[in-house]
């Protein structure tokens, strides 16, 4: 099990930036399939941003365009730059992870009910 602890989220105004953190507990780099996933009120979850123990990366049609995942594989950290925010982006986050033997070649089209490991979340709040 992956302990991940996310920061960063806060309140902006819309076209505004924001950059979450997910610190992981352990070595995920080389052996998860890592994810941002976000649900506001009232909806479903939502994956926005898929990173692969490869380095592919995946986007919601929603963000793409706009937001970025990386990922520091000394820190074990996996980051979301948010760029050109906008009112419907306002949510809470959460990093989300799974071994990636347990996706067989999945992971950049993952269902955010497959993910096994996720965040305490953290929210971000976009105003017009």
């Known amino acids: 099990q992956v302990q991940l602890v996310e920061s960063g989220g806060g309140s902006v105004q819309a076209g505004g930036s924001l950059r979450l953190s997910c610190a992981a507990s352990?070595?995920?780099?080389?052996?998860?399939?890592m994810g941002w996933v976000r649900q506001a009120p009232g909806k479903e979850r939502e994956r926005v941003a898929g990173f692969a123990a490869n380095g592919g990366t995946s986007y919601a049609d929603s963000v793409k365009g706009r937001f970025t995942v990386s990922q520091d594989n000394a820190k074990n950290t996996l980051y979301l730059q948010m760029t050109s925010l906008k009112p419907e982006d306002t949510a809470v986050y959460y990093c989300?992870?799974?071994?990636?033997?347990?996706?067989?070649?999945?992971?950049?089209?993952?269902?955010?009910?497959?993910?096994?490991?996720w965040g305490q979340g953290t929210q971000v709040t976009v105003s017009s």
């Open positions: 352990g070595d995920t780099a080389s052996t998860h399939c």
């Open positions: 989300a992870a799974v071994p990636s033997r347990f996706v067989a070649g999945r992971c950049l089209l993952l269902p955010p009910g497959e993910y096994l490991d």
